[in-house]
């Protein structure tokens, strides 16, 4: 009988030691993701407006500076897709508290942070080259042929 017990106890303390090693390696393994700022975003952008025509096109961008923390930038990936459009914060996510903004650089396929130098891809918002580790803040967006909504 004692040796069942003894073997009981290994076993519950077994599983206890692999539950506390396991979160102690989760916490230590990962990084806690620094957030920028959330702003509340219901926005709609009308195509037929002729200052949107651009974004008629894939490839075709468009910044509203007065959304979201620093600003929102609206790209156009494709047509015919649910996800024709994307919308990112421009606010650089290396250093959220900072007035850093984001901008396409030259050859129209990266978002560069003038401050640190981290470059984000403009058609997922993913991080292209560091020190900023975590991707651009996306928005939701909604296509119905003729506005795009941008909203959170």
Same mark, same amino acid.
Do not use: W
């Given at each position: 009988?004692?040796?069942?017990?003894?073997?009981?106890?290994?076993?519950?303390?077994?599983?206890?030691?692999?539950? $506390?090693?396991?979160?102690?390696?989760?916490?230590? %393994?990962? *990084?806690?993701?620094?957030?920028?700022?959330? $702003?509340? $975003?219901?926005?709609? $952008?009308?195509?037929?407006?002729?200052?949107?025509?651009h974004l008629r096109v894939p490839g075709g961008s468009l910044i509203l500076p007065d959304l979201g923390n620093h600003g929102i930038i609206i790209y156009r990936r494709s047509i015919g897709d649910v996800n024709d459009f994307v919308a990112f914060d421009l606010t650089?996510?290396? *250093?959220?508290? @900072? *007035?850093?903004?984001?901008? +396409? @650089? @030259?050859?129209?396929?990266?978002?560069?942070?003038?401050?640190? %130098?981290?470059?984000?891809? +403009?058609? @997922? %918002?993913?991080?292209a080259q560091s020190p900023a580790r975590w991707p651009l803040k996306p928005y939701q967006t909604a296509f119905n042929g003729n506005t795009i909504r941008i909203y959170n």
């Open positions: 009988m004692h040796t069942y017990r003894y073997f009981r106890r290994m076993k519950s303390a077994k599983v206890f030691f692999t539950l $506390v090693l396991g979160i102690i390696l989760l916490a230590c %393994g990962r *990084e806690q993701q620094i957030p920028v700022p959330y $702003v509340y $975003v219901n926005y709609t $952008v009308y195509l037929n407006n002729p200052s949107n025509d650089c996510t290396h *250093e959220p508290t @900072d *007035e850093c903004i984001v901008y +396409i @650089d @030259d050859t129209d396929f990266y978002l560069e942070c003038p401050c640190c %130098g981290s470059k984000y891809t +403009i058609f @997922d %918002g993913l991080v």
